[in-house]
Nanobody, 123 residues
Framework: QVQLVESGGGLVQTGGSLTLSCTAS????????MGWFRQAPGKEREFVAA????????AYADSVKGRFTISRDNAKNTVYLQMNSLKPEDTAVYYC????????????????WGQGTQVTVSS
């Protein structure tokens, strides 16, 4: 089983940028596809982005495409979410997730979850 710890959340103004990090431990990081989900108050958790175990495949929600970039560093057991041009509607708790195996990014669902990190975008 893999353990995930997110960091990098915070308060930012509209149009600003943040980079979230998620560090994994417990199993071979490169065996997992990784992804990010988010949940805003009163809303269901939604998919944001995912990356395959090799990094060769990525997928994004339409709402973040062109603004967010997911990447991974298997040597550091870390996945990143670079968020640019942030909007108030991006305000949510962001969760890192992992799914073992050669999962294509667009099929990512997540089996293991971190505790989440709050991102707040002020207008």
């Amino acid at each position: 089983q893999v353990q995930l710890v997110e960091s990098g959340g915070g308060l930012v103004q509209t149009g600003g940028s943040l980079t979230l990090s998620c560090t994994a431990s417990g199993r071979t990081f490169s065996s997992y596809a990784m992804g990010w989900f988010r949940q805003a108050p009163g809303k269901e958790r939604e998919f944001v982005a995912a990356i395959s175990w090799s990094g060769g495949s990525t997928a994004y929600a339409d709402s973040v495409k062109g603004r967010f970039t997911i990447s991974r560093d298997n040597a550091k057991n870390t996945v990143y979410l670079q968020m640019n041009s942030l909007k108030p509607e991006d305000t949510a708790v962001y969760y890192c997730a992992a799914e073992e195996g050669p999962i294509l990014a667009f099929k990512f669902q997540g089996d293991f979850w971190g505790q989440g990190t709050q991102v707040t975008v002020s207008s």
